[in-house]
T-cell receptor, first 116, second 112 residues
Framework: AQKVTQAQTEISVVEKEDVTLDCVYE???????LFWYKQPPSGELVFLIR??????QNEISGRYSWNFQKSTSSFNFTITASQVVDSAVYFC?????????????FGKGTKLSVKP | DTAVSQTPKYLVTQMGNDKSIKCEQN?????MYWYKQDSKKFLKIMFS???????INETVPNRFSPKSPDKAHLNLHINSLELGDSAVYFC???????????FGPGTRLTVL
C-alpha cells in the first residue's frame, strides 16, 4: 500500500525561527517520486519540489531545503528564517512510477503559522 | 497568462442538480487530473486523463464524469448532486505522468 504520513497537524513558530516539516512515506515500489506542495490561505496549490527515488541528494532553494532519506522513508522539509508569508498548509505527496496513472498520494498536510 | 484555469471559482447549488466545472490548461501538457479536497483539507485523486485514456478512480461515484474535448480541456460533470459532494475541486496538468503537476485555483462547490 502507498501512504504518506505528516504527523504534525499544526506548527506555530515566530518569524525568523527555523522549522522542519516531517514527511514519512510507504511504498513497495523501487521507483517513485516525492513532492512538496504549498497551499497558502488563498487556496491555490503551489508546486515546490519533486525528487525521484534514485536521487538522495539534499536540495536547497533559497530558505527552503529538503532532506530525503530512503533508509527512514522520509522526505523532510526545512524552512530557514521563516517569514509570515510562509504561513500555509504544506503537503507532502508520493507518486509511484509504474501503473499509477500519475496519481499523487497526498499526506494530510501540516498547517504552518508564522507569527511576526 | 494563467497556466491552469478553472471556472467557476465558486458554485452553490441545490441537492439533486447537475453541474459542470470547466478546466483548461495552456501549458501544452499531455495529462490532466481532477482532485477533491474535503473540509479537512484532505486531497484525493479522482481521475487522470492521459493521451485519450481516462483512468477512473474506483472510489468515485459514477455520478461524476470527466469529459475531455481536447488535450487542453478536462471538464467535470456531476449529476444528482449530494450534500457530501461539497468540497473544493482542483484540476491539474502535467507534461507526462511522472512529472510535477500544476494545479488550477480550485472550484469551491457547496451543495445545499
Amino acid at each position: 500500500a502507498q501512504k504518506v504520513t505528516q504527523a504534525q497537524t499544526e506548527i506555530s513558530v515566530v518569524e525568523k525561527e527555523d522549522v522542519t516539516l516531517d514527511c514519512v512515506y510507504e511504498t513497495r515500489d523501487t521507483t517513485y517520486y516525492l513532492f512538496w506542495y504549498k497551499q497558502p490561505p488563498s487556496g491555490e496549490l503551489v508546486f515546490l519540489i519533486r525528487r525521484n527515488s534514485f536521487d538522495e541528494q539534499n536540495e536547497i532553494s533559497g530558505r527552503y531545503s529538503w532532506n530525503f532519506q530512503k533508509s527512514t522513508s522520509s522526505f523532510n522539509f526545512t524552512i530557514t528564517a521563516s517569514q509570515v508569508v510562509d504561513s500555509a498548509v504544506y503537503f507532502c505527496a508520493l507518486m509511484n512510477y509504474g501503473g499509477s496513472q500519475g496519481n499523487l498520494i497526498f499526506g494530510k498536510g501540516t498547517k504552518l503559522s508564522v507569527k511576526p | 497568462d494563467t497556466a491552469v484555469s478553472q471556472t467557476p471559482k465558486y458554485l452553490v447549488t441545490q441537492m439533486g442538480n447537475d453541474k459542470s466545472i470547466k478546466c483548461e490548461q495552456n501549458l501544452g501538457h499531455d495529462t490532466m487530473y481532477w482532485y477533491k479536497q474535503d473540509s479537512k483539507k484532505f486531497l484525493k485523486i479522482m481521475f487522470s486523463y492521459n493521451n485519450k485514456e481516462l483512468i477512473i478512480n474506483e472510489t468515485v461515484p459514477n455520478r461524476f464524469s470527466p469529459k475531455s474535448p481536447d488535450k487542453a480541456h478536462l471538464n467535470l460533470h456531476i449529476n444528482s448532486l449530494e450534500l457530501g459532494d461539497s468540497a473544493v475541486y482542483f484540476c491539474a496538468s502535467s507534461h507526462v505522468l511522472a512529472h510535477e503537476q500544476f494545479f488550477g485555483p480550485g472550484t469551491r462547490l457547496t451543495v445545499l
